[in-house]
């Protein structure tokens, strides 16, 4: 707790799964002369109990302080005001005419509202307790000094939330009792419980498109329009935008044990609020594009945009949103809210006004019913939680990027290297559909095996490149084998990616070069002996670029055993059948051996070797995809391609 602290006597806790007996505290801060007893616990502390430590605080009653106390270090263009919860920008300042915009709610929003305080947005912003409204002492206390420097007086943006509209509202009568010019606008743009009669007395409640109203209104304040006319336009902007969002798993706030709504696993609430508290209902979850068209159509029906309208969205990140989940959805919100038939004109993503941890978004649609908003959200603020900045502005010019970058499916290869005849083309086609299938059948297997060790999607990754194996199968250039190695290079770089899209293409494209040097083939075996040196080129052009080596628990335990069989096997006389089989066996005999081997590479390389129990995924991957090529191979098509082998 960053305090001395002291503790004595046993606890014994119990969990569902086992019993065991910690050493309980009494938990003390020594304050002067003075020893305040924080936690005192005698017999028994509960397992849920222990989990509520399970935030990065100190003290749950001090962590709001705590944490303004850090935003100003890390901002010192931000001070806060003492005594209070107030943030304002810091230094002496001089009087000016323009209005001063103040805001505030409560805590666990980060960056809202302090994070938006700056050149051209607010000039000051009041900090409740988690989820709480601050008291109007400190609201008066940040408005009174917004007002010393601003002589143009005091906008007010207030969230629709009872304690706010209560506790500002205080706060500004007693500002204009002091002689304080203060007009105030309430914030309430959620359209989630519109038609169901929730809140219907209430009103609608205050969402993340707040930030649009301090951007705005921010910043036509620093330009010098009159308080009237700040509001005014503040009032338009709140009449012009619509929010709704969703959140798949809830928060716990400090000190708590307690999700704020329990979902099950499967489930998703549409229409959630800032604090947690439910929706409008609650849904199945789904694929994303599904659950952003059901937060998307209730603010279509709310706005309705006309065709060639122009908006500016705000997609807000509840604050446990992984950022790969936030840039999929704003892919997918971008192109809905685009088939309305409006123009896109800013998208701008990030936690704006978040939840604690909570796993969700919201979605602000603007209509930008006035051409200066666009300048207003254009311009540069200090304010360190807008997500806005010069990059947010489209370039001038239009282009497409597909014309200016080449598509690696469409590289120009040339045809090389020895040409089958049609019988052998359609042998070798059958093959590799039969691969294909086999590794998609076993990618769930593959999987497993990779879960202890790696991040459990070798299988899926191999199935990806078998699904685009099959996709392309008409058009792949069956009967140049030089050519189609290069093209199964370029399949493996694009569908698979990372380390395995990379070895793969390493052993596709070095096998390729090898084949392509050949001019003519003069017997079915000469045949195959080309094939054997084209593999064993493929293994060397793995090594060149990789530390993996036989021994070290990765798919080339299988592969060069294989290799080598099916080399040996050709060099002995063995037609096609009989080599590969040989090579089946010592991808097998291979796979096998790494159950007991240690990793030396790859990310395996840093697990605990209890997690290694079974064989490696890349090595039980090869040994399936040269069966099904000998299961092809000794099918029916045999006898079609018996010349050749």
Same mark, same amino acid.
């Given at each position: 707790?960053?305090?001395?602290?002291?503790?004595?006597?046993?606890?014994?806790?119990?969990?569902?799964?086992?019993?065991?007996?910690?050493? &309980?505290?009494?938990?003390?801060?020594?304050?002067?002369?003075?020893?305040?007893?924080?936690?005192?616990?005698?017999?028994?502390?509960?397992?849920?109990?222990?989990?509520?430590? =399970?935030?990065?605080?100190?003290?749950?009653?001090?962590?709001?302080?705590?944490?303004?106390?850090?935003?100003?270090?890390?901002?010192?263009?931000?001070?806060?005001?003492?005594?209070?919860?107030?943030?304002?920008?810091?230094?002496?300042?001089?009087? !000016?005419?323009?209005?001063?915009?103040?805001?505030?709610?409560?805590?666990?929003?980060?960056?809202?509202?302090?994070?938006?305080? @700056?050149?051209?947005?607010?000039?000051?912003?009041?900090?409740?307790?988690?989820?709480?409204?601050?008291?109007?002492?400190?609201?008066?206390? +940040?408005?009174? =000094?917004?007002?010393?420097?601003?002589?143009?007086?005091?906008?007010?943006?207030?969230?629709?939330? *009872?304690?706010?509209?209560?506790?500002?509202?205080?706060?500004?009568?007693?500002?204009?009792?002091?002689?304080?010019?203060?007009?105030?606008?309430?914030?309430?743009? !959620?359209?989630?419980?519109? @038609?169901? +009669?929730?809140?219907?007395?209430?009103?609608?409640?205050?969402?993340?498109?707040?930030?649009?109203?301090?951007?705005?209104?921010?910043?036509?304040?620093?330009?010098?329009?009159?308080?009237?006319?700040?509001?005014?336009?503040?009032?338009?902007?709140?009449?012009?935008? &619509? *929010?709704?969002?969703?959140?798949?798993?809830?928060?716990?706030?400090? @000190?708590?044990?307690?999700?704020?709504?329990?979902?099950?696993?499967?489930?998703?609430?549409?229409?959630?609020?800032?604090?947690?508290?439910?929706?409008?209902?609650?849904?199945?979850?789904?694929?994303?594009?599904?659950?952003?068209?059901?937060?998307?159509?209730?603010?279509?029906? *709310?706005?309705?945009?006309?065709?060639?309208?122009?908006?500016?969205?705000?997609?807000?990140?509840?604050?446990?949103?992984?950022?790969?989940?936030?840039?999929?959805?704003?892919?997918?919100?971008?192109?809905?809210?685009?088939?309305?038939?409006?123009?896109?004109?800013?998208?701008?993503?990030?936690?704006?006004?978040?939840?604690?941890?909570?796993?969700?978004?919201?979605?602000?649609?603007?209509?930008?019913?006035?051409?200066?908003?666009?300048?207003?959200?254009?311009?540069?603020?200090?304010?360190?939680?807008?997500?806005?900045?010069?990059?947010?502005?489209?370039?001038?010019?239009?282009?497409?990027?597909?014309?200016?970058?080449?598509?690696?499916?469409?590289?120009?290869?040339?045809?090389?290297?020895?040409?089958?005849?049609?019988?052998?083309?359609?042998?070798?086609? %059958?093959?590799?559909? *039969?691969? &294909?299938?086999?590794?998609?059948? =076993?990618?769930?297997?593959?999987?497993?095996?990779?879960?202890?060790?790696?991040?459990?999607?070798?299988?899926?990754?191999?199935?990806?490149?078998?699904?685009?194996?099959?996709?392309?199968?008409?058009?792949?250039?069956?009967?140049?084998?030089?050519?189609?190695?290069?093209?199964?290079?370029?399949?493996?770089? #694009?569908?698979?990616?990372?380390?395995?899209?990379?070895?793969?293409?390493?052993?596709?494209? &070095?096998?390729?070069?090898?084949?392509?040097?050949?001019?003519?083939?003069?017997?079915?075996?000469?045949?195959?002996?080309?094939?054997?040196?084209?593999?064993?080129?493929?293994?060397? +052009?793995?090594?060149?670029?990789?530390?993996?080596?036989?021994?070290?628990?990765?798919?080339?335990?299988?592969?060069?055993?294989?290799?080598?069989?099916?080399?040996?096997? #050709?060099?002995?006389?063995?037609? +096609?059948?009989?080599?590969?089989?040989?090579?089946?066996?010592?991808?097998?005999?291979?796979?096998?051996?790494?159950?007991?081997?240690?990793?030396?590479?790859?990310?395996?390389?840093?697990?605990?070797?209890? %997690?290694?129990?079974?064989?490696?995924?890349?090595?039980?991957?090869?040994?399936?995809?040269?069966?099904?090529?000998?299961?092809?191979?000794?099918?029916?098509?045999?006898?079609?391609?018996?010349?050749?082998?």
């Amino acid at each position: 707790m960053g305090s001395p602290l002291s503790g004595h006597f046993d606890v014994e806790v119990r969990s569902v799964r086992s019993a065991r007996t910690l050493p &309980a505290v009494s938990v003390e801060r020594q304050t002067g002369d003075r020893t305040v007893t924080l936690v005192k616990c005698s017999t028994r502390i509960a397992p849920d109990a222990i989990m509520a430590l =399970h935030k990065l605080v100190d003290d749950p009653e001090r962590c709001v302080d705590d944490m303004l106390a850090g935003l100003a270090a890390a901002f010192p263009h931000l001070r806060v005001l003492p005594d209070t919860r107030a943030v304002v920008l810091s230094g002496a300042g001089g009087q !000016d005419d323009a209005v001063g915009v103040v805001s505030g709610g409560g805590a666990g929003h980060e960056p809202f509202c302090a994070g938006f305080v @700056g050149t051209g947005m607010l000039a000051g912003a009041v900090s409740g307790s988690v989820f709480a409204s601050p008291p109007a002492t400190h609201v008066v206390r +940040g408005l009174a =000094h917004v007002a010393r420097r601003h002589r143009g007086g005091v906008l007010l943006v207030i969230p629709n939330y *009872t304690g706010d509209c209560l506790n500002f509202g205080l706060a500004s009568e007693w500002a204009k009792r002091d002689g304080i010019p203060v007009e105030s606008v309430i914030v309430g743009e !959620d359209c989630a419980l519109l @038609g169901t +009669g929730k809140g219907s007395s209430a009103g609608r409640r205050g969402m993340c498109g707040l930030v649009f109203v301090y951007k705005i209104a921010g910043q036509l304040a620093s330009e010098g329009l009159a308080l009237k006319k700040v509001a005014e336009a503040a009032q338009k902007v709140i009449d012009n935008m &619509a *929010t709704m969002g969703f959140a798949l798993r809830s928060c716990t706030v400090p @000190g708590s044990t307690q999700l704020l709504l329990k979902l099950d696993s499967d489930s998703v609430e549409l229409g959630v609020g800032v604090h947690g508290e439910a929706g409008a209902k609650t849904i199945k979850v789904a694929p994303a594009s599904e659950l952003i068209a059901e937060i998307l159509n209730p603010i279509c029906q *709310t706005l309705k945009p006309a065709k060639g309208e122009k908006v500016a969205v705000l997609v807000n990140n509840l604050g446990g949103l992984s950022q790969l989940e936030q840039w999929v959805a704003v892919s997918i919100i971008h192109k809905q809210i685009s088939s309305w038939g409006v123009f896109v004109e800013r998208i701008y993503a990030a936690p704006v006004m978040t939840s604690l941890e909570t796993v969700g978004l919201q979605v602000c649609v603007l209509k930008l019913a006035e051409n200066s908003w666009l300048r207003c959200l254009d311009a540069v603020t200090s304010a360190p939680g807008w997500p806005g900045c010069s990059l947010s502005i489209p370039p001038t010019g239009e282009h497409k990027p597909e014309e200016l970058v080449a598509k690696l499916e469409d590289l120009d290869i040339k045809e090389s290297g020895p040409e089958l005849e049609h019988a052998h083309s359609q042998l070798l086609l %059958h093959a590799l559909e *039969t691969a &294909a299938k086999d590794l998609i059948q =076993h990618a769930d297997k593959m999987n497993e095996l990779d879960s202890g060790c790696g991040d459990g999607d070798c299988g899926s990754t191999l199935a990806r490149l078998a699904k685009g194996i099959l996709t392309k199968l008409p058009t792949l250039s069956i009967k140049h084998p030089a050519k189609l190695l290069m093209e199964l290079a370029n399949l493996a770089s #694009i569908t698979m990616g990372g380390t395995s899209g990379a070895v793969y293409g390493l052993l596709f494209s &070095a096998a390729s070069e090898q084949l392509r040097k050949v001019k003519c083939v003069a017997d079915a075996l000469n045949f195959l002996e080309h094939i054997a040196k084209s593999w064993e080129e493929g293994l060397r +052009g793995i090594m060149r670029h990789s530390k993996a080596r036989q021994g070290d628990r990765t798919m080339l335990d299988a592969l060069i055993p294989a290799c080598e069989e099916f080399c040996k096997a #050709i060099l002995e006389g063995a037609n +096609g059948p009989t080599a590969l089989a040989a090579a089946v066996l010592a991808a097998r005999k291979g796979c096998a051996s790494t159950a007991d081997m240690s990793a030396n590479v790859g990310r395996a390389s840093y697990v605990n070797e209890t %997690h290694l129990g079974d064989v490696d995924a890349g090595a039980y991957g090869v040994v399936v995809w040269l069966e099904a090529l000998l299961k092809a191979f000794e099918s029916n098509f045999y006898h079609s391609f018996c010349s050749l082998c």
